[in-house]
């Protein structure tokens, strides 16, 4: 027997170890035959026998021998923040701006995610969580906090009489990273400004951050969220204060229960600010 045959089993466990654990369609798709189509394209064109003797430049058509560009996809750079901000300054409503991200194709993630995940909840609540990413099962419903960390945030915010009619939830990024990697600064700094108008749009009184990358991300510092959960804060946007307490993440909390008496402690502080704010 051959020693190299090819076991799929371990090749599926290879694959989940990389990350990759999500099949995003039905068929494989050969993107090293699209590689080779373009490049097949561009032989031919560079081949047709040319009419006239002299190219006649065009401001418009571009020459026959430029070289041919990949479908859509860019390396992105700190260009595209600046196309985000100007998208997301002409949202006027919160349908106008998921639209506006759902079209977006300047942030690589969008072409590994499944779906453009929002938002989920009362977009009118008084306080708004904001999580980092959508995770598998988010990216397949297309809702954030659904899968095992959001059962608990579900739990957590029962247990002080709140539920998904009397809170707003979103997430920083809304594309799911790949394998549910760290995102890049870049991938971040990309997505901020739709997530700033979408807090704008939403007026919320109060945001908690769940999680240290959210925390880190709206507050602009780089402190660990131990030192940062359990602290009022506040942040400025489109010109209103708004009164911030990062929280520990559910999935944290999953991993190591012994803090869910941290969380409690948060959970309590924000019961009694929303009294305080909205009574
Ligand atoms: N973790 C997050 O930060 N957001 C989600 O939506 C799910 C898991």
Same mark, same amino acid.
């Given at each position: ?16 170890? %990389?990350? $990759?654990?999500? !099949?995003?369609?039905?068929? /494989? ?9 373009? #490049? *097949? +394209? ?23 021998? %430029?070289? $041919?560009?990949? !479908?859509?996809?860019?390396? /992105? ?9 100007? #998208? *997301? +300054? ?28 929002? !938002? ?160």
């Amino acid at each position: 027997m051959s020693t190299n045959a090819i076991n799929p089993r371990e090749v599926l466990a290879w694959y989940a170890e %990389a990350g $990759v654990d999500t !099949a995003l369609h039905d068929a /494989p798709i050969d993107r090293f035959a699209e590689t080779r189509e373009l #490049l *097949a +394209k561009s032989e031919v064109k560079r081949e047709q026998p040319a009419r006239n003797t002299r190219p006649q430049a065009s401001p418009d058509k571009p020459q026959a021998s %430029a070289p $041919v560009q990949p !479908a859509q996809r860019t390396i /992105p750079d700190e260009a595209v923040v600046g196309r985000a901000a100007d #998208l *997301a +300054k002409q949202a006027t409503n919160l349908a106008e701006l998921r639209e506006i991200i759902s079209s977006f194709d300047g942030c690589n993630l969008k072409f590994t995610a499944r779906s453009t995940v929002f !938002a989920d909840g009362n977009h009118e609540a008084p306080l708004m969580l904001i999580g980092e990413a959508p995770g598998r099962d988010e990216d397949a419903q297309g809702l954030p906090f659904v899968g095992p960390s959001g059962q608990l945030l579900d739990r957590m915010l029962a247990s002080i009489g709140l539920d998904r009619t009397s809170v707003y939830i979103s997430n920083i990024l809304p594309w799911r990273p790949p394998g549910n990697r760290t995102p890049t600064p870049l991938e971040t700094e990309i997505c901020r400004p739709f997530i700033e108008r979408h807090i704008e749009l939403a007026a919320p009184k109060i945001i908690v951050p769940v999680g240290g990358s959210s925390a880190k991300t709206l507050l602009k510092t780089t402190s660990g969220i131990m030192s940062l959960r359990g602290r009022w804060t506040s942040i400025e946007v489109g010109g209103r204060s708004i009164s911030v307490l990062p929280t520990l993440h559910p999935a944290y909390l999953l991993r190591t229960p012994g803090h869910k008496k941290r969380a409690w402690q948060d959970l309590l502080s924000i019961k009694n600010k929303l009294a305080d704010q909205t009574g």
